[in-house]
């Protein structure tokens, strides 16, 4: 294990952290809060600890999967622990365990809060959650992935411990050219979402805010009512960017080159269009009886399956509550099958249960067809048994995970559909669940355990599983085994 080039990636992430920190320092100044004081003090201080430990550039430079399977994970770890502490020192969430929680939700853009009251906190702190929703949405490492000065093949195996989906390498052909790039798009759609906003009269703050968990596909909210507090307008413009984001960025990379034709072949993307219209479809059926127009019938079917399928986490309706059980389950199996690979939404991934259920029949038509020859296909062309492989590792290393934490979190003793909708909310980054973790609840009862448990499984999620399993696989840290040569 090269520990050097980990220590000094992870003093870059810092430094770029502390930069960053500025800008909710800048907010509080602007609205004469006190509580910039504290973004402040950590700004400095994450970016002078980044230096002392990134000023020398190592020796040696060999970094492998391994080194980036555990840089990333704890990357995301340092992160989330220098960004929770203005919480803790502004008072804003004293409790660490509460604000690490909020911080790791953030850049994971899960969206799940342990906050009863959104409204007390400061501009600075409000600002800080939703932007970090932004960050973590693209990647962090995919932005320092254009100006981290490391080569022989370091961003690749970087870009794969982060980006999420089976197939990193179609998204990412030069990996520096790439990710600036994709902040480009990415920037750009941001800046016309809060263009929209402002335009429909949303206050530039709000529409900021909105258009950063939009992004990120992250769904924290500045406000206790979420969307509801806004008008349709606002909520048809967060659903349609909610959206929007959830399509595999390689969708977008090809329209800016002007490949048309290709882009609208992106099998994925194609499916996932078929997957909301059919949900939205059939929730507006099933719950037009619960609203006055089916206009409003529709807007929250719409708004509610582009939020659960981008695991995004807005809501205008606490559908825990009101919503039948058929929608209801519609929306719990939402939440599993997720956005596009190379989005910012999180689950499973559209490309993954695609690539499973081509699996599955051709296994069928072996069976019953034995002599046939047939190799599973995706966007045109023969999927390799490697990525098949690779699914259902992640299957594996998901379920454990899933099936490890609803046991650990038990222990809180709350009822089945809290527990199970909460490591489904996590695990899945999209932040509410049902009963006690609906849209309108809060994670604010489980236990300092449970909540450690719970932010294992969001950065777990947000990494694809593997990451975080290398880095606590006792193996992973231990020497390698050298045999001693034989005396004759």
């Not at 906050?115 to 932004?134: C, D, G, I, K, Y």
């Not at 909540?451 to 840290?477: H, Q, S, Y």
Request: hydrophobic share 50%; net charge positive; with cysteine.
């Amino acid at each position: 294990m090269n520990f050097s080039i980990i220590i000094y990636i992870i003093g870059y992430v810092l430094k770029i952290e502390g930069l960053l920190m500025l800008a909710p320092t800048l907010v509080g100044l602007f609205y004469g809060e006190k509580e910039y004081l504290a973004f402040l003090i950590m700004a400095a201080a994450a970016f002078a600890i980044g230096i002392l430990i990134s000023f020398k550039k190592p020796k040696n430079q060999v970094f492998y999967a391994k080194e980036a399977f555990v840089s990333v994970p704890l990357s995301w770890i340092f992160v989330s622990l220098f960004g929770c502490l203005p919480f803790v020192i502004n008072g804003d969430i004293p409790h660490i365990t509460d604000a690490f929680f909020e911080m790791v939700s953030g850049f994971t853009t899960t969206g799940s809060s342990i906050l009863t009251n959104v409204e007390a906190l400061s501009h600075a702190s409000l600002f800080w959650r939703s932007f970090s929703h932004w960050i973590g949405g693209m990647g962090i490492l995919v932005f320092i992935l254009s100006v981290l000065p490391i080569a022989n093949g370091a961003t690749m195996h970087l870009m794969r411990a982060e980006s999420p989906g089976p197939q990193v390498d179609k998204v990412v052909p030069k990996v520096k050219d790439t990710s600036i790039m994709l902040y480009i798009v990415y920037t750009a759609m941001t800046v016309l979402q809060i263009i929209l906003l402002i335009i429909g009269g949303t206050p530039l703050f709000d529409s900021v805010t909105l258009a950063f968990g939009t992004a990120g596909t992250g769904g924290f909210s500045i406000k206790s009512l979420g969307l509801a507090a806004y008008s349709p307008y606002v909520q048809y413009v967060v659903g349609i960017f909610m959206i929007l984001f959830g399509v595999n960025f390689n969708v977008y990379i090809l329209l800016v080159r002007k490949h048309l034709k290709q882009a609208l072949r992106v099998e994925e993307a194609r499916w996932y269009a078929v997957i909301i219209i059919l949900a939205v479809a059939l929730i507006t059926v099933n719950t037009k009886y619960l609203f006055p127009t089916f206009e409003e019938a529709f807007r929250h079917a719409f708004f509610q399956v582009g939020s659960i399928i981008t695991t995004t986490g807005f809501a205008t309706y606490d559908f825990s509550l009101f919503y039948p059980i058929f929608s209801q389950t519609i929306l719990v199996f939402l939440m599993f099958i997720g956005a596009c690979a190379g989005s910012t939404g999180g689950g499973i991934k559209v490309s993954r249960i695609t690539i499973m259920a081509k699996t599955i029949r051709d296994e069928l038509s072996r069976i019953i067809h034995p002599r046939a020859v047939k190799k599973v296909r995706s966007e045109g062309k023969a999927v390799d048994h490697s990525v098949v492989r690779s699914i259902n590792i992640f299957l594996m290393g998901y379920l454990g995970v899933f099936a490890i934490s609803l046991l650990l979190i038990s222990l809180d003793n709350f009822d089945f559909t809290t527990n199970f909708t909460a490591v489904s909310a996590t695990i899945n980054n999209i932040g509410p669940g049902l009963a006690k973790v609906g849209p309108y609840g809060n994670f604010s009862e489980f236990s300092d355990f449970s909540k450690l448990v719970l932010c294992f499984d969001m950065i777990a999620g947000r990494l694809e599983i593997l990451p975080m399993l290398v880095l606590i696989n006792p193996r992973t840290w231990s020497r390698p085994f050298k045999r001693r040569p034989k005396v004759r």
